[in-house]
């Protein structure tokens, strides 16, 4: 019993010894680290805009003239303007069964890119699955458990259904709400 309280507690010492915080390091020589700004500061006292560009230190040798301050906004004005026109994939999965879709209804913006991954469940589904249908997409028989993955550029709101592929037999009906 004893040498078991003895070896607990020497664990925990150990425990303790390596959990103690370390002093702070003198960075004196390792140089000053910027936070990751990207985006240009401006610099008012003179006109004109200064930044430091990722990844360099916070010194006076890495501060970067853009030009003047006028520039320096016009030049972040199309900086933003990219970022917005830059366009992203919006992704969605649907599940379908002889009942329904789920969801049924998916809203995106017009000109967005869209991928769809389309699931046929496991149960409350015809053995020979189903397909999916629209103006933008056919994915073809998808089988039980199956995925088939579509992608288009959203312009108009439109239907998609599903069928039983070998009867052609509608099943459910979604919609694609394009604003």
Request: glycine content about 8%; overall charge negative.
């Amino acid at each position: 019993m004893k040498k078991l309280f003895l070896t607990l507690l020497v664990f925990i010492v150990i425990f303790l010894a390596g959990c103690t915080p370390t002093p702070p390091q003198n960075n004196e020589n390792q140089g000053e680290v910027c936070p990751q700004v990207c985006v240009p500061m401006y610099s008012l006292d003179n006109n004109l805009c200064n930044y430091v560009e990722c990844g360099s230190g916070c010194g006076p040798d890495n501060v970067k003239t853009f030009g003047t301050l006028q520039e320096c906004q016009d030049n972040i004005v199309g900086q933003n303007n990219n970022q917005q026109t830059t366009t992203q994939v919006k992704e969605f999965t649907i599940e379908g069964d002889d009942v329904g879709l789920y969801p049924d209804t998916i809203t995106v913006n017009n000109g967005d890119q869209v991928k769809i991954t389309f699931k046929v469940r496991q149960d409350k589904v015809y053995y020979g699955g189903l397909d999916f249908r629209s103006d933008y997409f056919n994915t073809g028989k998808v089988l039980p458990n199956g995925i088939k993955v579509v992608e288009f550029t959203a312009d108009q709101t439109f239907e998609f259904k599903s069928y039983w592929p070998s009867s052609n037999r509608l099943k459910a009906t979604g919609t694609v709400n394009v604003n």
